[in-house]
C-alpha cells in the first residue's frame, strides 16, 4: 500500500513536471506569430503602411529601431516596429473604467525586421489567444481588432 501511494504521488509530480517543462517551451510560439515577407524589407513596409491605411487603421508611430541604435553606436540590421491603431476598437476600450488595464498593450504593434538570411519577417502578439483569457469585452474588442490585424497582413506574406 505504501509503495503504491508512493509510486502515485510520484507519477503525479513527474506529471506536473513534465506539463510544466511542455508549457515553457509551447508558450514563446503561441504567444508570438512570425511570418516570411515576399518582399524586402522596404517594400514590407510599403505595402504594410498601404494596407492598414485600405483598411481604415491609423499608424500613430513608427519606431525606426536601427536608427535608435545608431545613436548608441550600434550597428543593427533594418527593423521597424509599427503601431496601430483602429479608434472604434480603441474607444470601446478605452470609454470603460475596468477594461483600461488592457491600455498597455495599446495600440497594437507589428515588427518588420530583417534577419542574417537577409529574408525579411513579420512579428506581432497572439492577441487574439490573449483575448480569449480576457473574457468580455476586452475579449470581443482584441479579438476582433487581432482578425483584422491577420487581415492587413495578407499582402505581406509568402504565397
Same mark, same amino acid.
Given at each position: 500500500?505504501?509503495?503504491?501511494?508512493?509510486?502515485? *504521488?510520484?507519477?503525479?509530480?513527474?506529471?506536473?513536471?513534465?506539463?510544466? *517543462?511542455?508549457?515553457?517551451?509551447?508558450?514563446?510560439?503561441?504567444?508570438?506569430?512570425?511570418?516570411?515577407s515576399?518582399?524586402?524589407?522596404?517594400?514590407?513596409?510599403?505595402?504594410?503602411?498601404?494596407?492598414?491605411?485600405e483598411?481604415?487603421?491609423?499608424?500613430?508611430?513608427?519606431?525606426?529601431?536601427?536608427?535608435?541604435?545608431?545613436?548608441?553606436?550600434?550597428?543593427?540590421?533594418?527593423?521597424?516596429?509599427?503601431?496601430?491603431?483602429?479608434?472604434?476598437?480603441?474607444?470601446? *476600450?478605452?470609454l470603460?473604467?475596468?477594461?483600461?488595464?488592457?491600455?498597455?498593450?495599446?495600440?497594437?504593434?507589428?515588427?518588420?525586421?530583417?534577419?542574417?538570411?537577409?529574408?525579411?519577417?513579420?512579428?506581432?502578439?497572439?492577441?487574439?489567444?490573449?483575448?480569449?483569457?480576457?473574457?468580455?469585452l476586452?475579449?470581443?474588442?482584441?479579438?476582433?481588432?487581432?482578425?483584422?490585424?491577420?487581415?492587413?497582413?495578407?499582402?505581406?506574406?509568402?504565397?
Open positions: 500500500m505504501k509503495k503504491s501511494l508512493l509510486y502515485a *504521488i510520484l507519477g503525479f509530480v513527474l506529471g506536473i513536471v513534465v506539463t510544466i *517543462i511542455g508549457i515553457f517551451n509551447v508558450m514563446p510560439k503561441m504567444m508570438i506569430f512570425e511570418d516570411v515576399q518582399y524586402d524589407f522596404d517594400k514590407s513596409v510599403e505595402v504594410f503602411e498601404t494596407s492598414v491605411a483598411h481604415g487603421w491609423e499608424i500613430p508611430k513608427i519606431h525606426d529601431l536601427q536608427k535608435t541604435m545608431a545613436k548608441f553606436d550600434k550597428q543593427v540590421r533594418p527593423v521597424k516596429v509599427i503601431e496601430l491603431c483602429h479608434p472604434d476598437h480603441a474607444g470601446k *476600450i478605452l470603460e473604467s475596468e477594461e483600461r488595464i488592457v491600455s498597455s498593450l495599446m495600440p497594437c504593434r507589428v515588427a518588420i525586421y530583417e534577419k542574417a538570411d537577409s529574408k525579411t519577417y513579420i512579428s506581432r502578439m497572439n492577441s487574439g489567444m490573449m483575448a480569449a483569457m480576457m473574457g468580455g476586452i475579449a470581443e474588442v482584441m479579438a476582433d481588432a487581432s482578425s483584422e490585424n491577420e487581415v492587413i497582413l495578407q499582402p505581406l506574406l509568402t504565397k
